[in-house]
């Protein structure tokens, strides 16, 4: 049983690692193959490892040795954090109470980076609650500006290359053309926030282009002048950490490793309870009672001419089986084990004594009927319960 037990332990086990093998993988696969097919929509988010994600800036933050960090919290929570929130492109629409608990931390003393190309009304409700205004059209592809204004954040950098749609107006522009600026800054109380109509700014696909590499070095530098962390904004995106526990965690590679487990304990179970082929019906046989035997025994016998013969085997396993109980020789005569069950019930012994008689009467006819053998077969067993009573007690 031990040994059952251990077996089946290393059979799990076996089954776990084959999971977390396949699950790893198929990942890895997935991460390599979706590294070669274009991206639908812009997704700039830091868990984004393809094209349009910032997963390439947020690790080259970290070589600078910069603290950074995804927030996914409620925005009402930045009070108890310092630093530079960077919000780039929100999927899902900033409300006016979340944006207004946005502003009052800036002006706290701290720093937002917002890049968007604002054409939803979430977007352009910062612009307006800044003091700035926007220029749609005029659109440009990897153009390359020159500072408008020399400020620290242009260190070792000789210039930037934007693609944008729209323009800003107002606010102190750092890079810009006759249309308006491409990126501006602006005090807001003891803060500063630093907007651009740059959505695809420092891109993943942006890091392999050396002639590119002067935008990580401006907004590295940006993000150096943090009072605290450096916080990329996750929530716009869709990520939450108020979400449930649970789901979290299914998200996750453990997840689909426990997701595959009880894949295969389902189709497991499911199999152990299904037979193989097609459903028969299988029909029972009525059982016919020991009485209905003896009479198609006897009628059998009968047509052969064997009722006698068939009552003698009867009869003598009868005999041998009570010489047993009285420890008798099974080759005794009749009328010994009459005295020998007389010395313990004498009532059993005379009915076994008139059921010896009876059998010698029959004995002397050719043949006998069907009820003659079912009549002396019933006896004899009735006989058979009442001494096998008589001697237990």
């Avoid at 006016?96 to 701290?110: D, H, M, P, S």
Wanted: aromatic content about 10%; some cysteine; glycine content about 8%.
């Amino acid at each position: 049983m031990g040994a059952m037990i251990k077996q089946f332990w290393w059979q799990i086990l076996l089954l776990v690692l084959v999971s977390v093998f396949s699950v790893i993988s198929g990942l890895n696969l997935d991460e390599k193959m979706q590294a070669f097919i274009p991206e639908v929509r812009i997704f700039p988010s830091t868990f984004n490892k393809r094209q349009t994600g910032l997963s390439a800036l947020y690790e080259v933050a970290e070589q600078a040795h910069l603290l950074c960090g995804a927030w996914q919290k409620p925005y009402r929570e930045l009070q108890n954090s310092g630093g530079i929130l960077v919000v780039v492109a929100p999927s899902n629409s900033i409300s006016q109470a979340e944006l207004g608990q946005i502003l009052t931390w800036v002006k706290a003393g701290n720093e937002l980076v917002f890049l968007d190309d604002f054409f939803l009304d979430s977007s352009r409700a910062v612009l307006r609650d800044l003091g700035l205004r926007l220029v749609e059209g005029f659109p440009v592809n990897q153009a390359s500006y020159g500072a408008s204004r020399p400020i620290r954040e242009f260190a070792h950098v000789p210039h930037l290359v934007v693609s944008a749609r729209s323009r800003i107006i107002g606010g102190r522009p750092l890079i810009e053309d006759e249309h308006g600026a491409f990126l501006t800054e602006l005090e807001v109380g003891r803060g500063r926030v630093l907007v651009g109509t740059t959505p695809g700014f420092c891109s993943n696909m942006s890091i392999t282009e050396p002639g590119l590499w002067p935008d990580f070095q401006f907004l590295v530098n940006w993000l150096g002048t943090a009072r605290g962390a450096v916080m990329f904004d996750e929530r716009c995106h869709g990520f939450s950490s108020s979400s449930n526990l649970f789901y979290f965690l299914l998200q996750q590679p453990p997840g689909f490793v426990f997701c595959q487990l009880m894949l295969l304990l389902i189709v497991a179970v499911a199999s152990h309870h299904q037979r193989f082929g097609q459903i028969q019906i299988v029909q029972q046989k009525r059982k016919i009672s020991n009485l209905q035997f003896i009479s198609g025994f006897a009628n059998t016998y009968q047509r052969v001419g064997g009722g006698l013969a068939a009552l003698e085997i009867i009869v003598q396993d009868f005999r041998v089986w009570l010489c047993r109980q009285l420890n008798i020789s099974p080759h005794s005569a009749d009328e010994e084990m009459v005295r020998a069950l007389n010395a313990a019930q004498p009532e059993a012994a005379g009915e076994l004594k008139g059921f010896f008689s009876q059998l010698e009467r029959l004995s002397q006819k050719k043949t006998i009927n069907s009820h003659e053998l079912v009549q002396q077969v019933r006896t004899c067993d009735l006989l058979k319960d009442k001494i096998q009573s008589v001697l237990a007690r």
